[in-house]
């Protein structure tokens, strides 16, 4: 069955930072609507960005535009988040997430912690 | 960028039949569709409704979705315990960016 697999996660300083990856199998990126979404501890979920499946569109949250970065690399069928000038409040575990259309989150990946912390 | 407006818990009993509710506004649940994530601590969201009142294959239709106007609920039948978990709703607003509500915890009492 399709798997999404995110790597990346770890402990970083603020103003620091991260660049996630999402590994999909059985599940071509090229054909699919993609997202990065997270949820801070003991916290609901947050929408944080989407690429379109040309990825001539992309789409970010006010609480990270400017900061971070969607990206893909077909050759690997693998999504990313550059994540810079990172804060306390970005602590959270992130997850891709995505689909065969633009209207849902279909698969889900297990997701990837990342520590925001001096 | 609002969040869509859910009661932070709701609960039931074995075989009860339990309501959820999901408020948004008009550039978000009025225009667009609904979708309820199920999950479970420690585990990953999965996509339990879509297109407001559609199961994916395997959800059980104990499950079900509607929408009306700017609001949207989702409503489980014969309550089991093993739906306790937390319930979120997301929809797609014009201002471009998803959107989720806070999150319902569901506790089969």
């Known amino acids: 069955q399709v798997q999404l697999v995110e790597s990346g996660g770890g402990l970083v300083k603020p103003g620091g930072s991260l660049r996630l990856s999402c590994a999909a199998s059985?599940?071509?990126?090229?054909?699919?609507?993609m997202s990065w979404i997270r949820q801070a501890p003991g916290k609901g979920l947050e929408w944080l960005s989407y690429i379109s499946s040309s990825a001539v569109t992309t789409y970010y949250a006010d609480s990270v535009k400017g900061r971070f970065t969607i990206s893909r690399d077909i050759s690997k069928n693998s999504l990313f988040l550059q994540m810079n000038s990172l804060r306390a409040e970005d602590t959270a575990v992130y997850y891709c997430?995505?689909?065969?259309?633009?209207?849902?989150?279909?698969?889900w990946g297990q997701g990837t912690l990342v520590t925001v912390s001096s | 960028q609002s969040v869509l407006t859910q009661p932070p818990s709701a609960s039931g009993t074995p075989g009860q039949r339990v309501t959820i509710s999901c408020s948004g506004g008009s550039s978000n649940i009025g225009s667009n569709i609904v979708n309820w994530y199920q999950q479970f601590p420690g585990t990953a969201p999965k996509l339990l409704i879509y297109s407001n009142n559609q199961r994916p294959s395997g959800v059980p239709d104990r499950f079900s979705g509607s929408k009306s106007g700017t609001s949207a609920s989702l409503a489980i039948s014969g309550l089991q315990s093993e739906d306790e978990a937390n319930y979120y709703c997301?929809?797609?607003?014009?201002?471009?960016?998803?959107?989720f509500g806070g999150g319902t915890k569901l506790t089969v009492l």
């Open positions: 997301s929809a797609w607003d014009d201002n471009l960016f998803w959107l």
């Open positions: 997430a995505g689909g065969r259309t633009t209207l849902d989150f279909e698969f």
């Open positions: 059985r599940f071509a990126i090229t054909e699919s609507y």
